[in-house]
């Protein structure tokens, strides 16, 4: 079964670093998303990315944020100088449009960050 | 996006069905309803989709009465790697996904 993969699975930064996630996904797919989640508490939309463009974004997803697609199968979160408040697991997510299945989307194992 | 009610956690032992029930009210016509499984130190997995009566596979079913204001997902004989958050989401493809706080499922042995 094809799957989104993601690197790294584990990062420890120094506050103030910058930092970049990676994410393949699923090839056939064209909405990419990324999500994060603080230890205990639910999943939190970030970003919505199709068509090389950001479609939604959440008000989490400040000028801190980016997110690029720099070669056609890598899909990258960018966080500038990092806080504490940062540390959480994040997670790519893609989607293959389709008008019969609703918004079923597909997420990989995550990236857990930590900030020190 | 229609706003979803579910049991906040759920006990339940091996070897029985658990039904976990998600309130939908304000479904639009074009929504469909999506059940998501969560391990922990996981990504969420998508589990069942439907839109309406009932649809089944190969590792769940989802209930959909006529009025689509609830929806049941049903488990069977689970066991104890069963144990995760179960989230219900409403929504259609134009939007994005946003996740609740999902039901914490416990299986006992």
């Known amino acids: 079964e094809p799957e989104v993969t993601q690197t790294p699975s584990h990062q420890v930064t120094q506050m103030g670093q910058e930092v970049i996630l990676r994410c393949v996904p699923i090839s056939n797919h064209l909405y990419f998303y990324w999500y994060r989640q603080i230890l205990g508490q639910k999943v939190e939309f970030l970003v919505s990315f199709y068509n090389n463009e950001i479609s939604e974004k959440s008000e989490i997803f400040d000028d801190q944020f980016s997110v690029e697609r720099p070669d056609g199968s890598n899909f990258t979160l960018k966080i500038r100088s990092t806080k504490l408040e940062d540390s959480a697991m994040y997670f790519c997510a893609s989607s293959e449009v389709s008008v019969d299945s609703g918004n079923t989307i597909y997420f990989g194992e995550g990236s857990w960050l930590t900030v020190v | 996006l229609a706003k979803t009610t579910q049991p906040i956690s759920m006990d339940s032992y091996e070897g029985q069905e658990v039904n976990i029930t998600c309130s939908h009210n304000?479904?639009?016509?074009?929504?469909?309803i999506t059940w998501y499984q969560q391990f922990p130190s996981q990504g969420p997995r998508f589990i069942i989709q439907g839109y309406k009566t009932k649809v089944t596979n190969e590792v769940a079913s989802l209930f959909i009465p006529a009025d689509r204001k609830s929806s049941t997902l049903s488990l069977p004989r689970v066991s104890l790697s069963d144990t995760a958050v179960y989230y219900c989401l409403v929504g259609d493809r134009d939007d994005k996904i946003i996740f609740g706080k999902g039901t914490r499922l416990h299986i006992l042995p």
């Open positions: 304000n479904i639009a016509t074009n929504d469909y």
